[in-house]
């Protein structure tokens, strides 16, 4: 169903208009196709929408200023501390990739060897479906590539031992705009809605002030954000909307629902306390009320009920409530897992 839901947000966006930039868009001449040896980015240039681009993690320049740490911890904890048959990271990375998850896994296989393990579509023959579940960029002036989704799975292939910022991925081209100048630039992204500009405090951010680069000190921390993360599937469904959880996350930060204010985000039973006090309010919010940056809870993916209408000890917000001491630890009890083992707060 994951899939099927993801193909048809694709088809959605591929029948999208790109909104230009207010007045008269300032150009460059397209330097595609040039000899651009002294350009460090200059491999990316004619990359085209829709291209399934292969692209270094170290190249890809962020859009939003913050991550949810705890969901960046989380995978990190799934990665080093997990207790899956076959490591978590390895199915990311396939997703990512646009091929499904892993298929075989050598032993002592690493992210940063691809001959040790394969994916269960071979390259070539991704499908609509697999294809609607990579993370996105658009190209930007001299090439960078503008990551516009996957900011906290490539924050945690960088930070992973066997990642890095020279770890390869492929990512879906959504916009090439190359040829436009700097200032126009980020008014398209921001007239798309390709970017977030505010703070873990809600303040705005200008865009010279986004980080540079993936990786987790170079990005701000948003508690919201991760809370966020931990009521997918709970409260909301992921829909393809970029910078989804961040709006939810706005509305939050300025009503609190349920008086909610603080958790201990250290402590696993504050931590699902606050997960259920705001997927409860966030259901009970009438679909047609806008709740952050011009967007409905309908467009934002609110569920129709609770748990997707399961009880407290089924579905999604059960696998939450897993200790590490389970055979199958829930998202939260990793995040504690892995903070707890590297003296994280």
Known sequence: MKFKHFAAVAAVLVGTTISAAP????????????????????QYLCAAPG?????????????QPSLGYDE????????????DAVNKKFDDWCEADGRVEADSVKAGARLDDPSSFSCELPVGSETADSVAAMKTVVIGPGGRPYLTDGHHTLTAFDET???????????????????????DFWATMQANKWT?????????????KLPNNVGLA???????????????????????????????????????PGGLKSWDNNDSTSYLAAVKTFTKAMVAVPKDQLVGSGFTANQLGALDEWND????????????????????PGKIAYTLEYKKAHGLK
């Not at 291209?51 to 859009?63: K, S």
């Not at 960046?72 to 207790?83: A, D, E, P």
């Not at 977030?196 to 010279?208: F, Q």
């Not at 701000?220 to 709006?247: H, P, T, W």
């Open 218 to 256: 170079n990005f701000q921390n948003d508690k919201y954000r991760s809370l966020l993360y931990f009521g997918r599937d709970i409260g909301y469904a992921q829909n393809g909307l970029a910078f989804q959880e961040f709006y939810w996350g706005d509305w939050i930060r300025e009503t609190h």
């Open 72 to 83: 960046v911890y989380y995978k990190l904890g799934r990665y080093t501390l997990g207790k």
């Open 161 to 183: 031992p066997d990642g890095g910022p020279n770890l390869h991925v492929r990512l879906r081209v959504v916009a090439n705009l190359s040829t436009l100048t700097r200032q």
């Open 309 to 328: 209408g399961k009880a407290e000890t089924k579905g999604e917000f059960d696998k939450l409530t897993k200790p590490y001491t389970d055979s199958k």
């Open 23 to 42: 007045a008269n868009a300032g150009t460059h001449p397209s330097f595609c196709g040039h000899d651009q040896r002294s350009t460090p980015y200059s």
């Open 51 to 63: 291209e399934l681009l292969d692209v270094r993690i170290g190249d890809v320049h962020p859009t």
């Open 196 to 208: 977030y500009l505010r703070d873990p405090e809600g303040n705005p951010v200008s865009v010279n």
